[in-house]
């Protein structure tokens, strides 16, 4: 079994703040952890995975995201928010199968100006 | 081409109607999905097609049948449909259902049952 939870429906900060979305997860074998971000009207784009070949993962537009087994956590960070980094943010896991992606409920990221 | 492609990008459709929505990649990829999503929710699986064969129907209605005609097509054929299944619907692909790789999403198809 598999399961994501991101704490936090809603995020605001400030352009140029720090981003921090949280991300906890379950599951019954090593898992694999997926970032993906959807902007309005459009699909879903990766930002980066966790596949445990290193616990600080980089990704695109400038976010990273740490793996820590003892916390169960998979927390998504950007050390300066942008205006165009607002959109809807969902952290997803596989683990047993690897087809089935659990998503998350997602955040809203609001950046204000 | 890292692209998925989906027609139409919007759909009205009236509960008698007969509809397909359309979804095409050029990835090589050997996974295809399909999800539907609902207004501030995440993606809920519906089917995905493994080397062109079902391999997961996560217990959808009929009135949903999809089709995977080759590796490269995938189509969600709509009869019957329900106000209630108004949502965007994306088709995603994989390089293999048997590894955790990332999907690749489309754009999504916005539909409407009237």
């Known amino acids: 079994a598999q399961s994501v939870t991101q704490l936090g429906s809603h995020v605001s900060v400030s352009e140029g703040a720090l981003v921090l979305l949280r991300c906890n997860y379950s599951?019954?074998?090593?898992?694999?952890l997926f970032w993906y971000v959807q902007y309005p009207n459009q699909g879903l784009q990766l930002l980066l995975k966790?596949?445990?070949?290193?616990?600080l993962v980089k990704g695109i537009n400038g976010f990273e995201a740490e793996f820590k087994k003892s916390e169960t956590s998979f927390h998504l960070t950007k050390p300066s928010a942008h205006m165009s980094d607002a959109a809807e943010y969902f952290c997803?896991?596989?683990?047993?199968?690897?087809?089935?992606?659990?998503f998350g409920d997602g955040t809203t990221l609001t950046v204000k100006p | 081409d890292t692209e998925v492609t989906q027609t139409p990008k919007h759909l009205v459709m009236g509960m008698t109607n007969k509809k397909s929505l359309k979804c095409e990649q050029h990835?090589?990829?050997?996974?295809m999905y399909w999800y539907k999503q609902k207004a501030k929710k995440p993606p809920e699986l519906m089917f995905v097609?493994?080397?062109?064969?079902?391999?997961i129907n996560e217990s959808v209605p009929s009135r949903f049948s999809p089709e995977c005609p080759n590796s490269s097509l995938l189509n969600l054929h709509l009869h019957a449909l329900q106000p209630e299944d108004s949502a965007l619907y994306l088709c995603?692909?994989?390089?293999?259902?048997?590894?955790?790789?990332?999907?690749?999403f489309g754009p999504g198809t916005r539909l409407t049952v009237l």
């Open positions: 997803a896991v596989s683990g047993t199968n690897a087809g089935k992606s659990t």
């Open positions: 990835m090589g990829h050997r996974a």
């Open positions: 995603a692909s994989s390089q293999d259902e048997r590894k955790h790789n990332e999907q690749f």
């Open positions: 599951s019954s074998v090593p898992p694999y």
């Open positions: 097609y493994s080397y062109e064969k079902l391999s």
């Open positions: 966790y596949t445990s070949a290193a616990t």
